[in-house]
């Protein structure tokens, strides 16, 4: 039985205060929000009945601060004041967004019934908070008996009742269409409750992008109480993320097949709006998906399907948001993943609309049939019987829904002539102007930072036009925006802008280092969120006593740009004010004397050679010298916010911890490598949000499993107790591993393990990021993850060889080999985008894995062990005298 998870909402703008009365909980999921408008969820284990505010935005701040940072910077590019005053990130923090101002159009929502008075009672309270002036409310009753009658027409006479006598959902939503009054109609059903600004949020939309015929929004939990509501919002829910999308194609075109093969992803019938113009030209929905009421649910997706293949544009706006009293039941949650899989009618429609699309469809059906299959095969295998019920629902969904399709077209068809409905498009398909340039035709038009933003309106007999961005004159860049022969809105230019300038908005130098911008803005955040928390409340936190001293090793590559990066955030480490703090440089590759010449601008740290290549032998030599109680190692490539340290040694205040590992994020992801290292493994060198920690009592509980000390990160942002080193069970890195060894990594999980095997305690702090420059180029990339491969082998063979530890095989003959079938066997289905090259080069290292770790040890032999490290108490010199 899963545990009841308290939802909430947080509004950073209020504040960040600690939530209180959870007790009957374990788990909080809060949506986060800024001046209302969604940013993400926020999950947090419950202690002692709440959760403390200093948790709460220490875990926001990780996990969303760059959502809250393009967030900012839309409401200050909207906002003319910023731009006659100057750019600062500090006085974005508390602007709202600019309110429309344009004229409000009617609205006509329309609650689609068939099912409990008590849902529907609940969905009509929640809309007399809406906060919009020109509503039309209709209720579709479309339930055999007119159960809705007497409510509706008793307690809120100010909603028109409708009736609705032919069964299905897609009835109830034609009707609303003929009876509507607004120029709008928005779409939501019973057992839905709105937000007080949703309507408006679908209005603004419609009023700012006058090409858009429809608007979904989010759709979130508005509660996780029972077993199947949890199951269902963990295996992805009704949401589709948290930020605005666009879809559309050229007209003419063919639909990207990532449309038809997840069509769910451009939202739910749960909350859509549209222009009522539309119904005019492409049609109704399609009743006869919805025949079967077995199956339901696919209507929508048809006609998000059609209205993009006939060139209008669709808009995924989270502003727009409802809370769904989602499978309260398992009977309810196994009825919603069958009308989930009901897609395969929608796809059938759709290539009886269009038949240049029914190879790609067919395409689509193939992969979502066999993933479908797939998932019941290996349900089959789990021990809870109702993984295989559910996956069986899901089967019985997609062969049901085309067949109900099928036999209801005849039906249905008569009934839409005999009531005037027509689900075939009444005009003429739009055509590519004879005039107009082909779809790879470009325009180039100017936007000035330092002036309003005006939508482009003269790019029409294009379909894609290149925008190029200048500041006082000076261009600092483009950006490309497919605009399909239609002007391009404020909205579009404001995302484009950010996504692709982001802080270096606010930066008037065209040299301005992106990486330290965004480290002064989270410091600003941290400042407006934390600051008026700690003004409210007493923190009591772990700390280190000042005399503590710290040394902290940097071993560097041939990076010069890189390391003075690193070097200049280390520099700024509030430690340096706090206890005594050394920074040691070891460069591995003498010879270029590039890091030499870095170091000359940094006099006070600590500057030695190592000649012999390998990470291990570097930080080895490194450690060796340092005088520090606490010896830290990161890396040239990383750059540190300026806490960094104080929060990465202050769980050494106990003391059974022998080491301490931090988070490491993405200070980039502008190269596509870039972009599939972050998603590699769930998350890249990220180990996740949530602290942990391992202790012999965890290192033994993996008996048929290997000992997966990968989980706490690696020595790129790392801390260990100095005496450790000198420990014979411990001792320094294993030279004959990690990076610039044959062997490839490895170095750090297996002094984990050593740690782990010694009886000591290993805490994962992820408040303690460091921001990382992952590979840019794709040959990078397949290097670094074939490395990883080798280095998983040689960790494991490692433990097998000097520890005698058996669960190394589990590791190298059953682990390793099921992660790589099975990331083939999700791109084979289309569930990822990472090419299977990259695969089969991490199969290849880890088949030669033994061969490149015997020449490791073999080259370790030839050039000698590192020096052993000496506590401090017992040297004859010391090293240096603490900066």
Known sequence: MLNKIKVTDIELSQGIATIEGLENYDELQGLVRLFGTPIGYVKVPIKAGKVTGQTLSQIILEQHNNQIISQLLQNGLATPATKSAGWRFEDLLTLSPPQYKGSLPLVSVAICFSDRISDLTMTLNSLKHLDYPHLDILVVDNTPDGKAEILVTTQYPEIRYIRELCPGIDWARNRAILEAKGDIIAYTNSGILVDSGWVKALVKVFAEEENVMAVNGLVTPAELETESQILFEKNGGLSRGFETKRYQIAPG?????????????????????????????????????????????????????????????????????????????????????????????????????????????????????????????????????????????????????????LTAIRETHEILVEEGFSFEKTSEQLEVSPTRKPTVSRAVRLLELNQQIEAIADATDYANTRVFVTRDGSAIGYIDIANYYQSITIPRLKFALVEKFGLTLLEPDADANIDFLKADAIAALMQQYEGKRKKEEKIETESLPANISVSVVVGTCDRPEDLRKCLLSLAAQTSRQIRPVEIIVVDNRPETNSASRVLVEFPYIEFITEKRAGASYARNAGIAISSGDIVVTTDDDTIIPPDWLEKLIAPFARPEVMAVTGNVLPAELQTKSQQLFESYGGGGLSRGYKQFEGDREWFDSFRLHSVPTWLFGGTANSAFRANIFSDPEIGLMDEALGPGMPSGVGEDTYIFYKILKADHTIVYKPSAFVWHTHRREMADLNRQLSNYSKGGVSYHLTTLINDGDLRALFGIFLEMPKWYVARIIKRILGWTDEPIEIVLKEIIGYLAAPWFLSQSRLRVNREGFSSHYIPVDQRTTTSSELK
């Open 253 to 405: 075109s063919k639909i990207y097949p990532t449309f038809l093969r997840s069509p769910e992803m451009f939202g739910t019938g749960f909350n859509m709006a549209f222009r009522r113009s539309l119904f005019t030209e492409i049609g109704y929905f399609n009743p006869a998906l919805d025949a079967d009421t077995e199956v339901q649910g696919n209507g929508d997706l048809e006609m998000f399907l059609r209205l993009i293949k006939e060139g209008h544009g669709l808009v995924y706006e989270p502003s727009a948001l409802v809370r769904h009293q989602e499978c309260r039941s398992y009977n309810e949650r196994r009825s919603q993943i069958k009308n989930n899989a009901g897609i395969c009618s929608a796809l059938l429609c759709s290539a009886f609309n269009y038949p240049d699309e029914r190879l790609p469809i067919f395409r689509a059906w193939l992969v979502k049939a066999v993933s479908q299959l797939v998932n019941f095969l290996l349900s089959l295998f789990k021990a809870n019987p109702s993984s295989a019920d559910l996956a069986l629902a899901e089967v019985e969904g997609w062969l049901v829904s085309p067949i109900s399709y």
